[in-house]
């Protein structure tokens, strides 16, 4: 697929990605259910990231030529790109090293969890994700009333999302005897979780600024930056799940 699009294309390819993460999730949900594979759904986890991280995350931008002029909006975009790869390359050691205590103390077993509300709130996550590409798509063409439109929607479900796990997830697990201090599961599940909403929290965030950027008319097709980086931002926490979510609703036997 080419890397320069017209906005009409662009729009289907995004849909193509999201029909191939979509078909991954429910493969990686059946293989689970049925056959508990633990190297099948790590082999689907980093299809899904290869995925998000090379379309939705545009992270071949990161070898674009910018001008020379270090006051020139081209060059200062090339090093902000590099600047905000380096920090999310820093931020995914954090998200790694819970993996690896997940890994470390739980080893093929898993917190019990409700399983429906797993997978309801990773296909909301997913959902946002795709909608995001459409907004960033939408402002790349000048299309701002597509851009505003597209990501109220990504901020509905990030929002969605972010209640489905603090607010109904985290209370249903209690209730089952799940809590931060009731062992390892509790302690991981809650500390995963925890991290991981806090930056929905904060991409949430930053999509009120860009809406509120956008809407005082601060970005156009060729300077968009701000939006680039939300939308890279938000994709970041997607990927995450992805790996979050069969390291805690799939993998191994529940507790």
Do not use: C
């Amino acid at each position: 697929m080419s890397h320069t699009l017209d906005k009409l294309s662009a729009f289907r390819q995004g849909v193509v990605i999201f029909v191939y993460l979509a078909v991954l999730t429910v493969l990686e949900y059946f293989v689970a259910v049925t056959f508990n594979a633990v190297s099948i759904l790590v082999v689907v986890a980093v299809i899904k990231v290869g995925l998000v991280m090379y379309y939705y995350m545009h992270v071949y931008k990161l070898n674009e030529e910018s001008d020379a002029d270090i006051h020139s909006y081209s060059y200062k975009t090339g090093t902000n790109r590099l600047g905000l790869w380096l920090f999310l390359l820093s931020d995914a050691f954090v998200f790694a090293g819970l993996l690896t205590v997940r890994i470390n103390l739980l080893g093929l077993t898993r917190p019990h969890l409700n399983q429906t509300l797993g997978l309801a709130v990773t296909a909301v996550l997913l959902v946002s994700s795709f909608f995001m590409n459409r907004g960033e798509t939408a402002m790349a063409h000048g299309d701002k009333k597509g851009f505003i439109t597209n990501t109220i929607i990504t901020f509905v479900l990030g929002l969605g999302f972010l209640l489905g796990v603090v607010a109904v997830e985290w209370p249903l697990a209690a209730e089952e005897g799940l809590t931060a201090g009731s062992g390892a599961a509790g302690a991981v599940f809650y500390m995963m979780t925890g991290m991981h909403a806090f930056h929905v929290f904060t991409g949430l965030l930053f999509l009120v600024v860009v809406l509120n950027n956008a809407r005082k008319d601060i970005y156009s097709a060729e300077q968009h930056w701000g939006v680039e980086a939300a939308a890279v931002y938000w994709h970041f926490v997607d990927l995450v799940w992805i790996f979050f979510y069969p390291a805690l609703y799939l993998i191994g036997k529940a507790l």
